[in-house]
Structure formats: C-alpha cells, structure tokens
Nanobody, 121 residues
Framework: QVQLVESGGGLVQSGGSLRLSCIAS????????MGWYRQAPGKQRELVAF???????DYGDSVKGRFTISMDNGKNTVFLQMNSLKPEDTAVYYC???????????????WGRGTQVTVSS
C-alpha cells in the first residue's frame, strides 16, 4: 500500500512559477516511475510529465519547454517545476506512481488526492 501527498499548489499570476512536490510513503519494494497529471473543469485528465527509475522523462505537448520534472530517489519524492504559467494551466494536479511490491516486474499504480493550481490573467 502506497500513499502520495502533493503540496505546493496555489494561486499565481500568468507568467509566474510554482514548484509542486509529492512524497510517496508506505510499504513497497521500489518505485519504478512517478508522474504528474492534471484535470481542469469539464476536461479529461491529461499527462503533464513523468519520470522513470532511470531518470528518463517525458512531457505533455502543452507544457514542453516550461515544466521540468525531477525525482529524489532517496526521499521517494518527485517535483514539478512550473515556469511561464498560463491560465490554461489551471487545474487540479495529481501525483501518480507505479511501484513494484515484490521486486517483480508486476507494477501497481497509486494516486494522490491532488493539489489546486490556479493561474490568473
């Protein structure tokens, strides 16, 4: 069982920056990847960024060049540095992880409760 807790959301003006954090805790063998997804009112949840155990990262097209994902493996923490924020970035941001519970290649997925990011014009 894994618990994810996000922090760092808030209200920021267009062009500003925020840094989100997510800490994973609980009982698991290893973290294989962590990611950020977001969901705005009336829209489907979409990928923002993810990073795997080899530190290979990928980003959604709408945030490329503006957001950076990173991981502190020793602290089981993932960060999302959000720069040049736009009003369309307004959403609830959810932390996600895929973990191995036994050391096998069978993975389990867990989600955090989310943190609100609001970007004003």
């Amino acid at each position: 069982q894994v618990q994810l807790v996000e922090s760092g959301g808030g209200l920021v003006q267009s062009g500003g920056s925020l840094r989100l954090s997510c800490i994973a805790s609980g009982r698991f063998f290893s973290i294989r990847s962590m990611g950020w997804y977001r969901q705005a009112p009336g829209k489907q949840r979409e990928l923002v960024a993810f990073i795997d155990f080899g530190n290979d990262a990928d980003y959604g097209d709408s945030v490329k060049g503006r957001f950076t994902i990173s991981m502190d493996n020793g602290k089981n923490t993932v960060f999302l540095q959000m720069n040049s924020l736009k009003p369309e970035d307004t959403a609830v941001y959810y932390c996600e992880t895929k973990v191995s519970m036994s050391g096998s290649y069978v993975l389990e997925e867990y989600w955090g409760r989310g943190t609100q990011v609001t970007v004003s014009s």
